[in-house]
Every structure is written in structure tokens, then in C-alpha cells.
């Protein structure tokens, strides 16, 4: 079974940094295609990294800024966020999608992101 937590988000000033974890039990990241999305209030729900199949993409808002990681070691998906933009501020969820007889996929709770002085 699938699951996802994830924590680290809170209030951060303009031109800070934060870093977002996601615990990712029931996953096999070498075939699993991991990913970060970000909803604002008012917006829909916008990818931000994504992992898989051996390549990594980042939306061109936080390109140059954001890093996206995955531990298998410790089952962990780490997204590094630098220089951060009151723009930034929304809530941040893990996705996992992998392959079960087909494609499935999986969510975290989020996490509240604030960028704000």
C-alpha cells in the first residue's frame, strides 16, 4: 500500500529557503515517476519537479531555484527550495505514480508553503 506524508513546509521570508521531505512508503522509485505539485489559493493545482525514467523536469517558474531529489535508501523525496518568491507561497504535494497492471496514482496531505515578510 501506497503512502505519502509529507512535512517541512512553513513561513519563510522573500529570498529564503526551505525544504520539503516526503515520506513515500509502498514505493519503488526506480520504476515509480515521483513528483511535486503546488496549489495556490484560488489557482489549480500546477506541477513543479518531476523524476522518473531517468529524466528530471522542473517548471520554468522554479528552474534555477528549486531541487528535487529521491533517497531510495531512506524511501525519501526531498525538494531543496532557494531564493524563494512570495509567488512560491501554496500548498506543496507528493505524487507517486507506478505501475500496478496499471498506471495508479498516489497522493500526500501537502504541506503549507508561505513566503512572506
Known amino acids: 500500500q501506497v503512502q505519502l506524508v509529507e512535512s517541512g513546509g512553513g513561513l519563510v521570508q522573500p529570498g529564503g529557503s526551505l525544504r520539503l521531505s516526503c515520506a513515500a512508503s509502498?514505493?519503488?522509485?526506480?520504476?515509480?515517476?515521483m513528483s511535486w505539485y503546488r496549489q495556490a489559493p484560488g489557482k489549480e493545482r500546477e506541477l513543479v519537479a518531476e523524476?522518473?525514467?531517468?529524466?528530471?523536469n522542473y517548471t520554468d517558474s522554479v528552474q534555477g531555484r528549486f531541487t528535487m531529489s529521491t533517497d531510495e535508501a531512506t524511501n525519501t523525496v526531498t525538494l531543496e527550495m532557494t531564493s524563494m518568491k512570495p509567488d512560491d507561497t501554496a500548498v506543496y504535494f507528493c505524487?507517486?505514480?507506478?505501475?500496478?497492471?496499471?498506471?495508479?496514482?498516489?497522493w500526500g496531505q501537502g504541506t503549507q508553503v508561505t513566503v512572506s515578510s
Open positions: 505524487k507517486a505514480k507506478q505501475w500496478a497492471g496499471r498506471w495508479n496514482d498516489y
Open positions: 509502498g514505493v519503488t522509485f526506480s520504476t515509480a515517476f
Open positions: 523524476i522518473g525514467g531517468g529524466v528530471r
